[in-house]
């Protein structure tokens, strides 16, 4: 009888696998450990839980490659700064994932870091035990917002970093920040188009939130910070989700995953948090296409067609009062909806306007 994929419960470094731009992944936090700073808004304690433990991960992948249906996927380690770990464990985790690289289970590895623990030495190490794809934390690109949310690095280590991920043959993908202390839409726009620049094929999104025993915490109770509203949030992600997409940059996620030790003793206290955050911005940006083609066209009177891909119903459908606002800001008679099976894109459109 094939072994199931059941990771334990009170195991908190290893998450559930997930498709990501169509490649499975299965993410193994590693909490906090080797993280040279600690940033305002971090707590890795309750990110990426409480502790870890190797042997256990070790037996886990055993059951989860024993299930052909994973056969294939992407080893992940995330949580803290993977390349500032002790050497030794790095290699010893490197070393646990490349063995299904070799025996052609998995497809590769990846790992997330910071800017100035980047190297060539530590890129080469990385290569040489499979490692495929490398996410770096930038967050900004804004030295202010990078000093006030005590990052410990500056924008011109990313711009080194990201040239020598490249330069060694490594998938980068990028990780930023809205909604930082100092932070503003252009400044996130400014990061983003340096992640496109820098050459990232991937990108994360995560819009800040207040985590309890945090600085950030403690700044949003004296008034020197206060956080996005999940409204405003949405809206400053919009024109950084098309930016990438101009770009081709897959964003991998938009928004903070949650896990049992988030949920657990209240740990977000404050901030623009919702389960479902990324398709929220990916309504927004739906909605705004739609307006954008009404804007300045005789409307009054008319019907409004929009079709779009059987997948992408919902950000059309999910967006609270979409239809009611359009037909009375735009005096329409009636909005329908179809689908066309032939639209591959996800976040594509067609929009027609008819007299009946």
């Known amino acids: 009888m094939r072994n199931k994929w059941q990771p334990k419960k009170r195991l908190s470094c290893l998450g559930n696998p997930f498709d990501m731009a169509k490649e499975k992944i299965l993410p193994l936090f590693i909490p906090h450990l080797g993280c040279p700073h600690v940033c305002v808004f971090c707590d ?14 070790r037996r886990d992948l055993e059951i989860f490659f024993a299930d052909q249906q994973n056969i294939g996927a992407q080893i ?3 949580g803290g700064s993977f390349t500032a770990i002790d050497k030794d464990l790095m290699r010893r985790f490197l070393s646990l994932g490349y063995g299904y690289v070799q025996a052609g289970k998995a497809s590769g590895i990846r790992i997330s870091t910071r800017p100035d623990v980047v ?27 990078l000093m006030k949310s005590g990052r410990g690095h500056n924008p011109w280590q990313s711009l080194d970093a990201m040239q020598r991920i490249r330069e060694k043959g490594f998938v980068l993908g990028g ?19 340096a992640i496109c620049q820098g050459g990232a094929k991937e990108c994360r999104i995560y819009p800040t939130v207040v985590l309890r025993n945090t600085a950030l915490a403690a700044m949003n109770r004296r008034g020197e910070y206060t956080p996005l509203t999940v409204e405003e949030a949405v809206w400053r992600c919009v024109p950084l989700r098309e930016l990438f997409a ?31 955050f990324g398709e929220l911005v990916e309504q927004a940006c739906m909605k705004q296409k739609i307006e954008a083609f009404l804007l300045g066209k005789e409307t009054r009177g008319k019907r409004l067609e929009i079709i779009v891909s059987p997948r992408s119903v919902s950000r059309i459908t999910g967006h609270g009062g979409l239809k009611k606002n359009l037909l009375t800001r735009y005096e329409l008679t009636d909005m329908t909806l179809q689908t066309d099976g032939n639209m591959t894109d996800g976040r594509g459109v067609k929009i027609v306007l008819k007299d009946h």
């Open 44 to 57: 890795q304690h309750a990110i990426a839980g409480k502790e870890f433990d190797f042997e256990q991960i």
């Open 175 to 193: 990780q930023m920040m809205v909604g930082l202390p100092a932070s503003t839409p252009e400044r996130e726009k400014e990061t983003a188009l």
């Open 76 to 78: 992940a380690f995330f």
């Open 246 to 276: 101009q770009h081709h940059v897959t964003v991998l996620r938009m928004g903070l995953c949650e896990n049992e030790e988030l949920r657990r003793n209240d740990a977000m206290v404050a901030g623009p948090y919702h389960p479902a």
């Open 119 to 145: 190297n060539n030495e530590t890129l080469d190490c990385l290569k040489a035990y499979g490692v495929k794809t490398i996410e770096l934390g930038i967050q900004s690109m804004s030295e202010e917002v």
